[in-house]
């Protein structure tokens, strides 16, 4: 049972890494960015290229050219699209994730490429009786201070207060001196920052980089968003940590012959809190728009 | 009376020319070699998924990540009604009997099929009548992985990820013309219905729709299930175009295709789905062949893959940024036609505009 804990919780601050990263696109310009996936597979590829280095330096590294990446991909193709509707954003965010996975298809090649980040991480330590994985202490620990960092600079800096006022309004913010062009860069560039942590922790985990790896995250991170509560940042941790409980649970629980059938009941589930609590599980009603 | 034939005449304009449009393609098509052909058929097809997905929505304006799972039910079901029976004994030994039995030729199984999937889409009506937006394209991608996982674990029917093989592989560009040409004239027929102008109103503005009388959810749904049954057709002829079915095939690369032409051929017009069908289809296999390597008259490349997915992603972001509408920008082949035989309707119009606000 405390094992199961573990797994959920170490599971799900890969998900709060990826839904956070996401839910603040989302709640500052209603952008569901779709290629948010393809900056984890460019951070994992990345982290490949600069394998060998020190860990650290890797880390940074891959860290520096996601967000990178991540601007790159506002600049050229988000910045024109703004004030689009919803649907044109997560097209345009489509043909970016499909932009990157063919070039990654091109430069690397459609084979699976394995890389052992972990080094010492590999190991695992025995505390009263469990099997604590080291990996799991720094994804649980590192997302920890990344949330608390997060939650400190849109409280007390300039720019995260900025952010938090165009996430409540963005026109609104706007008439009001916010500079849109550097709260949605900014926004970006954090949300980057949090792939390629992902990135970093998520190949940790599985060794394996192929050019389509992005996809399971970038859905696994929509799925917590909706469970949270579309636009609501904090929600979406909450609602990471919720799936990955669930699909723990249901990895542990769930008769043999139905464990296949998982990700469908996932998704279902999906569907029913869109279908009957279209603002999440914990989430508050908003005005009907006229 | 006279001017109400005019409007029907040019009004069944777009499908007439979209119709013209593919048959002058696939004719030259059928000049070409077996590839080119065989190239031409996979056109048809998926110019049936892309007309039907834009039944709906590109009348509703409702983007739906999810038709992918009206195309594999129909495509899955086609399989198990054409198969040999012996091969299905061998292959999904734990078939009811009753479906073993079956072996119908595709032109009588299509429309089972098109049926078939239409009850899914009853089932699935209630994610478009409370739904619309991004939650709705959320939950239409939730569905569309559901279905696959589905799918991919339900080894008495589909056998899982291992998937179907032996599927008659007959389609060619004879028997999958009928088949688009029926799917754009339901599509028109559709367009032009009192529930089609009730929907795009809808589209346009739903609050003022709904105010006008409109029931938003009843319409659509109607689109809904016509949609999802041309989706059914062309499932079927996919499968029938593939000869083998696994579930990567009828999974959200498959409706990405489909959205990508329907967008850069124009999500607005039934033309726009027709032409973006051609244009892309046309320009994929250019890319493949490019992507394969090969001597090019004084021009020899290495094969590169990828090259098809940069350059058609490319195209579809430059669609979005520079031309949003899509080639057509929501306008019919012909709309000039409709244009002069309705100048009632335009002198009409602008009166309205004309007059003042009120207030």
Known sequence: MAQNLINALSLGS???????????????????????????????????????????????LTVAVVVAAALTMERLAFRPARGASGETLLMTSFALSL??????????????????????????????????????????????VLLIGLAWFLRATPLGVQMRAAAEDFTMARALGVRADR???????????????????????????????????????????????????????????????????????????????????????????????????????????? | MRNRAITLVAGSAPAALSTLLVLVISGLAMLG?????????????MGVICVGTYIFVGNSGVLSFGHVVFVAVGAYSTALMTMEPGLKRALLPDLPGWIVDLHLGMAAALPVAGLLALLVSVLCSPLVLRLDGMAAGIASLALLISVNVVIGNWDQVTRGSQGIVGIPADLTVGTALPWLIGAIVLALAYQVSASGFRLRASREDAVAAASLGVRVGRERTIALVISAFVCG?????????LG?????????????????????????????????TIFISVLAELLRRVEAGGDFGPIALAPHPGI????????????????????????????RLVRRSSRDVETARTEIVAAPEPG
């Open chain 1, 14 to 60: 890969l998900y709060a890494l990826i839904a956070l990263g996401i839910a603040l696109l989302f709640s500052i310009m209603g952008l569901i960015n779709f290629a948010h996936g393809e900056l984890i597979t460019i951070g994992g590829y990345t982290l490949l290229a600069f394998h060998g280095l020190p860990l650290a330096v890797a880390v940074a």
């Open chain 1, 99 to 144: 932009l990157v996975q063919g070039g990654v298809l091109l430069k690397e090649g459609a084979d699976p490429q394995s890389v052992n980040v972990l080094g010492s991480l590999g190991a695992s330590v025995d505390v009263g009786g469990m099997t604590i994985g080291k990996l799991d202490v720094a994804i649980i620990g590192v997302t920890g």
């Open chain 1, 183 to 290: 709260v949605v860069a900014t926004a970006f560039g954090v949300s980057g920052a949090f792939a390629a942590v992902a990135a970093v922790f998520l190949v940790a985990r599985t060794g394996t980089l192929t050019p389509s790896m992005g996809l399971t995250p970038v859905l696994l991170g929509f799925v917590a968003i909706v469970l949270g509560g579309l636009g609501r940042l904090w929600a979406a941790a909450i609602g990471a940590y919720v799936l990955a409980l669930l699909s723990v649970m249901l990895q542990a629980y769930l008769p043999t012959g139905l464990a296949a059938y998982r990700d469908a009941l996932v998704y279902l589930g999906i569907i029913v809190i869109l279908l009957f609590r279209p603002h999440g599980i914990a989430g508050r009603p908003q005005g009907v728009r006229v």
């Open chain 2, 33 to 45: 070699s077996e590839t080119t052909q065989r190239t031409a058929a996979q056109m048809l097809v």
């Open chain 2, 233 to 241: 057709i062309g499932g079927g002829l996919y499968a029938h175009f």
């Open chain 2, 244 to 276: 083998a079915l696994t579930p990567g095939d009828v999974s959200l690369k498959l409706t990405l295709l489909a959205l990508l032409m329907l967008i850069v051929g124009g999500l607005r017009s039934l033309s726009g789905a027709v032409i973006g």
């Open chain 2, 308 to 335: 098809e997915q940069v350059v058609l992603a490319l195209t579809l972001l430059f669609t979005l940024l520079l031309r949003p509408g899509g080639i057509t920008s929501g306008r019919e082949l012909g709309h």
